[in-house]
């Protein structure tokens, strides 16, 4: 199984500062054949289900906010929100889909500093 | 727009089997792009992929190992939903449980999820 394991477990930004979260894959996540990199991020509020916000490593979802953005390749990736929103509070949790199983990261939880 | 609707008892006994449905709105469950998943969210074990179902000129499907012994992931293609039922539960099994299609939202992970439902796994 592929493990991801994300970093920091928990970060406090400022309203309007940028915040960055981390993502590394035990194996590469980045196919060859198509040059793309398995791997999505996920927002997830309280009583909610995760929410995609970035697949392909780096194309948001449609309807995501443009402050979100997604990079790296092969094993190492970051999710950054370039101006921190009230509503930005969340756990954020990265998931590769190259193979299953399918595994995610044990989330970042962002809160307001 | 695909909708994912989930049913379900919120409490089961150990050792007995837990049943819960999905139901799809604005898709077909014998879809040839789309799959159908489970998805379970524990403090202890986070977000955990456990199976999923999917239709390519037949119908197939992939278990995660941790439950591969316990678990069906099957399609009812007259109701168009697809039904989870994992065997001889214990606490440990106690999670949020999510259904979730990948495909049908035109990306290539899981893009449309259930609303959840909570499983507690107690006598």
């Known amino acids: 199984d592929i493990v991801i394991t994300q970093s920091p477990d928990s970060l406090a930004v400022s309203l309007g500062e940028r915040a960055t979260i981390n993502c590394k894959s ?87 500093k | 727009q695909v909708q994912l609707q989930q049913s379900g008892p919120g409490l089961v006994k150990p050792s007995q089997t837990l049943s819960l449905t999905c139901a799809i709105s604005g898709d077909s469950v014998s879809s040839n792009i789309a799959a159908w998943n489970w998805i379970r969210q524990s403090p202890s074990r986070g977000l955990e992929w456990l199976g999923r179902t999917y239709y390519r000129s037949k119908w197939y499907n992939d278990y995660a190992v941790s ?37 049908s939202g035109n990306t290539p992970t899981m893009d449309v999820w259930g609303q959840g439902t909570t499983v507690t796994v107690s006598s």
């Open chain 1, 26 to 112: 035990s194996q590469s996540v980045l196919y060859r054949s198509n040059n793309k990199n398995y791997l999505a991020w996920y927002q997830q509020k309280p009583g909610q289900p995760p929410k995609l916000l970035i697949y392909w490593a780096s194309t948001r979802e449609s309807g995501v906010p443009d402050r979100f953005s997604g990079s790296g390749s092969g094993t190492d990736f970051t999710l950054t929100i370039s101006s921190l929103q009230a509503e930005d509070v969340a756990v954020y949790y990265c998931q590769q889909y190259y193979s299953t199983p399918y595994t995610f990261g044990q989330g970042t939880k962002l809160e307001i």
């Open chain 2, 67 to 103: 439950v591969k012994s316990r678990i069906n992931i099957n399609p009812d293609t007259s109701k168009n939903q697809v039904s989870l039922q994992l065997n001889s539960v214990t606490p440990e099994d106690t999670a949020v449980y999510y259904c979730a299609s990948v495909g």
